[in-house]
């Protein structure tokens, strides 16, 4: 049987009983970083929390090769325990582990899902913004139209919205929501459950200032309170009501989509 483990986001004593009796019982783990479990299942060797019934065997299975070892898999290796371990987290969200679940739902392999750690979950529920639904980014683009695209739909979309975001770009991040929305809304937390966790919460000028002089090292999430309305910026389905020539509406709707003309000429037929 397949078992997808959660593994610690920063605090080892989170790990779950389940958990440790799959990595102790599993013969084979399929690993985001096999560097990453093997210091993991030493940690907990070290302090006596498993004890492995036998030799294991890691397997390298990232977001760059995942297809590949799957198309070479065979069936069989399901009839054993078998784990998937990504390196901090869930599996599946902003790691790898999706097109492993697709395998077993295709080849009819019995897994399961051990619920654990979440950063996105661990910040709405700190983030103090009461709503109940909210929707998750993951990770925004890196740069250009796609990046100020994204981050305009995720303050404009009428939900609670959740990102992560690398110490190298947290700052660049808070400075294009304060040019955008200086006022808005923001909840923080860094290095979640590890010894040196911070949370900010405030206005998105508010926290700029404020990381200003922090030290920013370490894996942020970012909640971003809600607001329906953009005001003073034009959508897709403003420019297709306006009585424009197609080629005129393909480039408007190109500059503010990243797609080319052509291609939006196209899809306006």
Same mark, same amino acid.
């Given at each position: ?97 999706? /097109? &492993?679940?697709?395998?077993?739902? %295709?080849?009819?392999?019995?897994? $399961? ?5 979440? !950063?996105? =979950? ?107 309305? /953009? &005001?003073?910026?034009?959508?897709? %389905?403003?420019?297709?009501?306006? $009585? ?5 509406? !393909?480039? =408007? ?17």
């Amino acid at each position: 049987m397949l078992h997808f483990i959660p593994t610690p986001i920063g605090n080892l004593e989170d790990v779950s009983l389940r958990s440790l009796k799959l990595l102790e019982s599993a013969k084979t783990l399929f690993c985001e970083d096999t560097r990453v479990t093997k210091k993991l299942i030493n940690l907990l060797k070290e302090r006596q929390l498993i004890h492995p019934l036998h030799e294991q065997n890691f397997l390298s299975m990232h977001s760059h090769n995942e297809k590949e070892v799957l198309s070479k898999l065979s069936p069989e290796i399901f009839d054993e325990e078998v784990v998937y371990v990504s390196d901090a987290g869930m599996p599946g969200v902003s790691d790898p582990g999706c /097109e &492993l679940v697709r395998y077993a739902q %295709e080849h009819n392999i019995a897994y $399961d899902v051990l619920p654990g750690a979440n !950063a996105a =979950l661990l910040a709405y529920a700190s983030s103090g913004f009461c709503e109940s639904r909210f929707l998750f980014y993951g990770f925004l683009p890196h740069k250009g139209t796609n990046r100020v695209n994204a981050l305009h739909e995720a303050l404009y979309n009428g939900f609670i919205t959740i990102v992560y975001e690398s110490p190298h770009r947290i700052v660049k991040l808070i400075e294009q929501i304060c040019n955008i929305d200086p006022k808005r809304e923001l909840f923080l937390i860094k290095e979640a459950t590890k010894m040196h966790q911070k949370r900010f919460k405030g206005t998105a000028q508010e926290i700029l200032e404020s990381l200003k002089i922090q030290n920013i090292k370490g894996e942020w999430v970012v909640v971003i309170n809600s607001d329906k309305k /953009e &005001l003073g910026v034009i959508s897709v %389905e403003d420019i297709v009501k306006l $009585d424009l020539p197609k080629k005129q509406a !393909a480039k =408007l709707i190109a500059k503010i989509t990243g797609k080319s003309p052509k291609q939006c000429y196209h899809e306006l037929l």
